[in-house]
């Protein structure tokens, strides 16, 4: 049996019975004004951070949503885009899609303004979304992607199956349009043992990859331009009980990847990094594009940061990465 049977099976159940200890970060639930959330939904969070971000929402945009879970987030986004289909969501999983929608159906007993069919419900899976090519303003996935394996890890041939999802997500973006994804990643690689226990990748334990290779990973399926919104703790698996020499920190990432080409230079990668002039002139330019105005921060990628600190100059100050990029700056 494929992992990928595995990972529906935990799905089927988590559909049937709530499941509190699948993902979720400690957050505090999200309050939009006007919108009451159904408690269950609440209780069948299985993401481990957001995709919700007031900056990527725009009016009349096609969202898509892989993964559909209970429905919160696709609730949440048909709260911006408010227009029947406006929110596209896949899922695989014929209980988990069921769930939804009568979960979606109790929000509009609890919300004059929507209306269930803001939410097109489908079967289908990331790996061969069932969408045309370039129709997507906005896609989003929350906590799936970090279940699937890579090429690297044995049985998936040349193309793993997280390079499929990331090429799919990237099939169905307008050009410029933007992926906002929610994954744990490990602060090391997560070993072998933990990795080839099926349950535990399905649960969002020991799938995911180390920072650098899932920012990697999305670099790899062509998307060029890269936002880090938030990084945080998420789970540690412990010596004892995961059978590890230390202690190992899983982290909560929220990401924005921009189907844009991935510049010669390589692909900027925004972190929270700023850089500060402070020399006599009013500003400084590298002759790159970026110009630094006396005492002013600008947000830089780390490929920008890397090169200004790389001028030796005492009269710029490099910062350290925040991981909490809110836009602006540099590109
Ligand atoms: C960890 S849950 C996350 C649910 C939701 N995104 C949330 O944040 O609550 C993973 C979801 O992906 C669905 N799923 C599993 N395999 C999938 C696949 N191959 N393609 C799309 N969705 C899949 C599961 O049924 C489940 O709804």
Request: charged share 25%; hydrophobic share 40%.
């Amino acid at each position: 049996m494929s992992y990928l049977s595995t990972v529906q099976d935990v799905y089927r159940k988590a559909a049937e019975a709530p499941d509190a200890s699948l993902c979720c970060v400690p957050q505090t639930p999200r309050y939009l004004p006007g919108l009451q959330i159904p408690r269950v939904m609440h209780q069948m969070n299985y993401g481990c951070g957001t995709t919700i971000h007031l900056r990527d929402m725009q009016e009349e945009q096609r969202v898509l949503y892989v993964g559909v879970g209970g429905g919160l987030e696709a609730l949440e986004f048909a709260y911006f885009t408010r227009h029947p289909g406006g929110v596209l969501a896949i899922d695989p999983v014929a209980e988990m899609r069921e769930v939804a929608a009568t979960n979606l159906q109790e929000a509009a007993e609890l919300n004059g303004w929507f209306d269930p069919a803001f939410v097109d419900i489908r079967d289908g899976d990331a790996l061969a979304l069932p969408v045309e090519d370039d129709s997507v303003d906005l896609a989003a996935q929350n906590c799936l992607f970090n279940i699937f394996r890579t090429a690297d890890s044995g049985d998936n041939g040349k193309t793993g199956d997280l390079e499929r999802a990331l090429a799919e997500m990237r099939r169905v973006l307008k050009p410029n349009a933007r992926l906002v994804m929610s994954d744990p990643v490990a602060r090391r690689p997560i070993p072998d043992h933990l990795r080839a226990d099926e349950v535990l990748r399905a649960q969002c334990i020991s799938g995911c990859l180390t920072y650098d290779e899932y920012v990697q990973q999305i670099v790899d399926a062509g998307f060029g331009s890269i936002e880090i919104r938030a990084r945080r703790p998420y789970r540690m698996l412990d010596r004892a009980r995961y059978g590890l020499d230390e202690d190992l920190l899983l982290e909560s990432l929220e990401i924005a990847a921009y189907k844009v080409d991935v510049p010669v230079d390589g692909p900027c990668v925004f972190t929270g990094r700023c850089a500060i002039y402070t020399g006599p002139d009013h500003n400084f330019d590298d002759g790159q594009g970026h110009v630094l105005v006396r005492d002013i921060p600008l947000g830089v990628c780390d490929k920008t940061a890397g090169a200004l600190a790389a001028l030796g100059r005492d009269d710029l100050t490099i910062t350290d990465s925040t991981w909490h990029y809110a836009g602006g700056g540099c590109c």
